[in-house]
Nanobody
């Protein structure tokens, strides 16, 4: 079993920045994919970004150039640096880790961007 603990959400004005963190504990094997998804009210959960244990990244088109995903393998922690935030970035952000064929989710952290 793997546990994910997210932190760093909050309220920010448009154009501002936030940094989300997600720490994995338990059987978080070294070979995995970690990522962030988000869900806005009334919308489906969508991918924001993913990063493999080797450092390969993938981003949603809507966040490219504004958001950067990174990780510290020694701490089993993934980060999401969000810059130039827009009101449409407002959502609950969920951390995810996939190990082999198993996927685990964090509890989510609210990000609210005011105009």
């Amino acid at each position: 079993q793997v546990q994910l603990v997210e932190s760093g959400g909050g309220l920010v004005q448009a154009g501002g920045s936030l940094r989300l963190s997600c720490a994995a504990s338990g059987n978080a094997f070294s070979s995995n994919v970690m990522g962030w998804h988000r869900q806005a009210p009334g919308k489906q959960r969508e991918l924001v970004a993913t990063i493999t244990s080797g450092g390969s990244t993938n981003y949603a088109d809507s966040v490219k150039g504004r958001i950067t995903i990174s990780r510290d393998n020694t701490k089993n922690t993934v980060y999401l640096q969000m810059n130039s935030l827009k009101p449409e970035d407002t959502a609950v952000y969920y951390c995810r880790i996939t190990i082999a064929f198993n996927t685990y989710w964090g509890q989510g952290t609210q990000v609210t961007v005011s105009s």
